[in-house]
């Protein structure tokens, strides 16, 4: 046995990074994931190296009380079915993914196939001068007589890591393009070189690019939507919300054109960064200088803090959380949702799941894609008898 090679890969599959999100395919369920890499040895060495070290009973699962280290401490992310017990079936997802993890890192993630009649093209620059401003543009081949609507993903990552190129963020945008809609999937800085201020002017950059690129692309400027999980929940939010007037923009190109969207789906949401809370503080958004600054802190949490632009006038919203989020406390969603209804805004939707944690967009898809899929067609391809109700749950 190649100790070496095991003992990497089992401290790599335990750095879990605040504000990622799991990726396996979204309509595969736990075993069906754990099927597809049974074979892999490297896979099965780390199962069988974790279940030694924590099983002390010898029974075929792991509890938390006999959980140690990183297992211990991200029992709960873990155990994605909420019994209690961590079993080799979801050691070896939790295996697959953070190989998965290891592969965007390293440029080599696995990436689905371009569905017949879907354009991919991969890091087109939104901006010149930093090797972050690119996007991946996924929309349909065929010629439409009028302009589609379209849709931006924006990944998570803690705002410090994450790529466009990995999981759902290439994933997502092929099935949509597949159904009609004009796709982006957008990088952006991190906060290796930036704050989250830099982060929100960047995603408003991309959009104005799509808007100034509009007729190129055959987009329908009107019908603009935005997804994105964890830290892109945030961002998402911000652009569904803030409009040029908050001083957001940066110092991107394309400033005649808007970078507001016409609809959002935001799933573990960071929306108040001020009442975050302080148990929260340091483990899950990193030092405050490395998010906002070294100045003027507190003006920046709640300059980028999305319940602060809260308005009459917000976008349809879709918000997803769960309420045994370690990660995002549910408490943020709560606050978007509030604060949104208090403003006067017309259509949000609240799915609160119970018993779901940080990942709860992958792990309760069953929920979750078709409740956006419904969304999205619902708010950016309406039919002529569209209801105008208020829609606000």
């Known amino acids: 046995m190649n100790h070496t090679r095991c003992r990497s890969f089992a401290t790599l599959s335990f750095v879990l990074i605040a504000f990622t999100s799991s990726t396996p395919a979204q309509d595969a369920t736990t075993q069906d994931a754990a099927n597809r890499v049974a074979a892999d040895p490297a896979i099965q060495r780390f199962v069988q190296n974790s279940m030694q070290a924590n099983d002390k009973n010898r029974d075929g699962h792991v509890t938390k009380d006999e959980s140690v280290n990183q297992l211990k401490?991200?029992?709960?992310?873990?155990?994605?079915?909420?019994?209690?017990?961590?079993?080799?079936?979801?050691?070896?997802?939790?295996?697959?993914?953070?190989?998965?993890?290891?592969?965007?890192?390293?440029?080599?993630?696995?990436?689905?196939?371009?569905?017949?009649?879907?354009?991919?093209?991969?890091?087109?620059?939104?901006?010149?001068?930093?090797?972050?401003?690119?996007?991946?543009?996924?929309?349909?081949?065929?010629?439409?007589?009028?302009?589609?609507?379209?849709?931006?993903?924006?990944?998570?990552?803690?705002?410090?890591?994450?790529?466009?190129?990995?999981?759902?963020?290439?994933?997502?945008?092929?099935?949509?393009?597949?159904?009609?809609?004009?796709?982006?999937s957008i990088n952006y800085r991190l906060t290796d070189e930036a704050t989250v201020l830099d982060c929100i002017a960047d995603c408003k950059c991309a959009v104005r690019w799509l808007r100034s690129n509009a007729k190129e692309y055959n987009v329908d400027p009107e019908r603009i939507g935005a997804y994105g999980n964890s830290a892109g929940a945030h961002l998402v939010s911000i652009l569904g919300l803030a409009s040029a007037e908050a001083e957001l923009e940066g110092d991107g190109p394309f400033l005649d054109e808007s970078s507001l969207v016409q609809a959002v789906c935001c799933s573990a949401p960071p929306?108040?960064?001020?009442?975050?809370?302080?148990?929260?503080?340091?483990?899950?958004?990193?030092?405050?200088?490395?998010?906002?600054?070294n100045t003027n802190v507190d003006a920046a949490k709640s300059q980028a803090s999305?319940?602060?632009?809260?308005?009459?006038?917000?976008?349809?919203?879709?918000?997803?959380?769960?309420?045994?989020?370690?990660?995002?406390?549910?408490?943020?969603?709560?606050?978007?949702?509030?604060?949104?209804?208090?403003?006067?805004?017309?259509?949000?939707?609240?799915?609160?799941?119970?018993?779901?944690?940080?990942?709860?967009?992958?792990?309760?898809?069953?929920?979750?894609?078709?409740?956006?899929?419904?969304?999205?067609?619902?708010?950016?391809?309406?039919?002529?008898d569209e209801n105008s109700d208020d829609l606000t749950q």
């Open 306 to 384: 999305p319940v602060t632009h809260a308005n009459e006038q917000a976008p349809p919203f879709l918000i997803i959380h769960g309420t045994a989020d370690k990660t995002v406390p549910v408490s943020q969603g709560d606050a978007l949702h509030r604060e949104l209804r208090e403003a006067g805004a017309k259509d949000v939707t609240y799915l609160k799941i119970e018993g779901a944690g940080h990942g709860v967009f992958n792990q309760h898809s069953e929920r979750t894609l078709p409740a956006m899929r419904a969304f999205f067609d619902r708010v950016l391809q309406p039919t002529d």
């Open 271 to 293: 929306s108040d960064f001020e009442n975050w809370g302080k148990n929260r503080s340091g483990n899950a958004t990193g030092t405050p200088s490395r998010l906002f600054g």
């Open 73 to 184: 401490k991200n029992f709960d992310r873990v155990d994605t079915d909420r019994d209690g017990k961590i079993t080799t079936t979801e050691l070896t997802v939790l295996a697959k993914r953070m190989r998965n993890r290891r592969r965007v890192r390293n440029g080599a993630a696995e990436k689905p196939a371009t569905p017949e009649g879907v354009s991919f093209q991969a890091d087109i620059p939104y901006r010149p001068g930093n090797k972050k401003w690119k996007l991946d543009l996924t929309r349909p081949k065929d010629v439409s007589a009028t302009p589609r609507p379209a849709i931006v993903f924006i990944h998570g990552g803690g705002w410090r890591s994450g790529d466009k190129g990995g999981g759902q963020w290439r994933s997502l945008p092929m099935d949509y393009a597949a159904r009609g809609y004009v796709c982006i």
